[in-house]
């Protein structure tokens, strides 16, 4: 006899009518559901318990199931348990109880691809199922956007990204800066469900404070002084598709409370209107700081960072993919002369692998854009030509270090204040040198935010 796995491997996903297995013990519940799947075209099968749905999981084939949270002998969790175990093709949505966000937590851990909240809004419950029932099997992913490397570091991580991109759990992106992180989202956005809608990736560091509700949920005509028009959103432009919250620990706090609503309703009110407007959109965040100290600090909302931590990516650095500096070297290359002969000698490639790389792929891109346009000879990229110099935060701890030998010598600066600004200024112009003074990017390297950045550069009078 065959095995359940094995027959499921079978099972064709997408029919031309799509079949959904819907469990709930409320019979008013339970016929809404049936109507609605009914009224999109789908084949209906019901059940009212976690024993009757593991018994037509286990005879029947589906591509769709949609469960309560709260069943008369277990749980929604169990069908999903179940569901994981037999290795069966079918994508699972959960109800929840309204406001319940650690049952909704707890489902896109164990395997969920979604969720809805009590009472249930039709016109979410068809985006969810439209969105399930009309996806590809397998979507191919841009030029551009993919993770290069054999190292485990990286293996391990596109095998993660590809089982994500098949949810549409929350997703959160850790790494240094110059990771890729942004590549990942992108990838995981382009390999799943939602590929076809957009991808709409925002920088939270960047954006002002007092214009960042504005920004992220729009506004109305005559809301405010400059409101020439209705405009949409962040949530409103992502709708359908990917919204790609980059330096998602930059949010101030009074921010944090309304997207917390935002995503936990999946409603947003544009600034000067009187309703709201339903949004259906997967969240994936990045962020190179830890968010677990800042949650302790009170810095960033622990109910937040529980609904966004759902699922983890970590990108490696650079140093942890030492073996695949010289593939990733040379496609940078390769992009960067455009047809042109470019490659870089052995000696090249092994001064690239000795340096520390404090900013990841984007410094390795940003050393070999400048060692093509200096080379005497681009197709022969010499050592010299890459002017590797010692990483920003090397030579700050070697000028910290110089400087306390100094003053354990007696030699004390004539102005504390002027001393403190001399180091704060080398490091700040290091930075903007390596990033060609692209302010954003210098701050990443820097781990401060884009406003601190600017103020900073304001202060210190640096232009």
């Known amino acids: 006899m065959e095995s359940s796995a094995s027959s499921s491997s079978r099972r064709p996903r997408f029919r031309a009518q799509p079949r959904v297995l819907i469990i709930d013990d409320e019979p008013d519940l339970l016929e809404l559901l049936e109507i ?30 949609l469960t309560d949270m709260r069943l008369p002998d277990g749980e929604g969790l169990d069908i999903i348990a179940h569901i994981h175990r037999q290795e069966l093709d079918i994508p699972v949505a959960v109800i929840t109880a309204f406001g319940s966000a650690e049952n909704a937590v707890a489902a896109l851990k164990a395997g969920a691809f979604d969720y809805l909240a009590k009472p249930v809004n039709l016109e979410q419950l068809r985006a969810l199922v439209k969105q399930v029932v009309k996806a590809p099997e397998k979507t191919r992913a841009p030029e551009g956007y993919s993770l290069l490397g054999h190292s485990l570091a990286i293996t391990q991580v596109r095998d993660l990204i590809e089982r994500v991109a098949q949810s549409l759990a929350p997703v959160i992106i850790s790494g240094e800066s110059g990771t890729g992180k942004e590549v990942a989202a992108r990838l995981i956005h382009h390999t799943g469900p939602r590929a076809a809608a957009p991808f709409v990736p925002v920088n939270c560091g960047a954006i ?33 598709g990917t919204l790609f919250l980059d330096e998602v620990a930059d949010l101030p706090l009074t921010m944090q409370v309304k997207l917390l609503r935002a995503i936990q309703e999946k409603n947003v009110r544009r600034i000067g209107s009187q309703t ?59 992009k960067l ?70 003053l354990s010598k007696g030699e004390i600066p004539g102005s504390l204040e002027m001393y403190l600004d001399d180091v704060e200024r080398t490091a700040l112009l290091a930075a903007l040198e390596r990033t060609r003074f692209n302010r954003t990017e210098a701050a990443k390297l820097l781990g401060i935010t884009f406003r601190a950045m600017r103020y900073r550069m304001e202060r210190l009078g640096i232009k």
Do not use: W
């Open 276 to 334: 709201e407007e339903s949004v259906d959109v997967r969240i994936i965040c990045a962020t190179h700081k830890k968010l677990t100290p800042l949650v302790e600090a009170g810095q960033f909302r622990q109910d937040l960072f529980f609904r966004l931590h759902v699922i983890e990516v970590n990108m490696p650095s650079l140093r942890e993919m030492h073996e695949d500096i010289p593939l990733i070297a040379r496609a940078i290359l390769e």
């Open 36 to 65: 609605t799947m009914i009224r999109l075209g789908l084949d209906v099968t019901r059940a009212d318990s976690v024993a009757e749905a593991i018994a037509k999981l286990d005879s029947q084939e589906f591509d769709l199931c």
């Open 337 to 406: 002369a455009r047809g042109r002969p470019a490659g870089l000698t052995s000696d090249a490639i092994a001064a690239l692998q000795r340096y520390p790389f404090p900013g990841n792929i984007r410094e390795l891109e940003n050393i070999l854009e400048r060692g093509l346009s200096l080379a005497p000879q681009p197709a022969q990229i010499r050592p010299e030509d890459l002017y590797l110099t010692p990483a920003v935060g090397n030579a700050s701890h070697k000028e910290a270090s110089t400087s306390a030998a100094e």
């Open 208 to 240: 002002p404070e007092n214009l960042m509700e504005s920004e992220f949920f729009g506004y109305k005509k005559g809301s405010f002084t400059g409101a020439n028009s209705d405009r949409e959103g962040f949530f409103q432009a992502a709708h359908g």
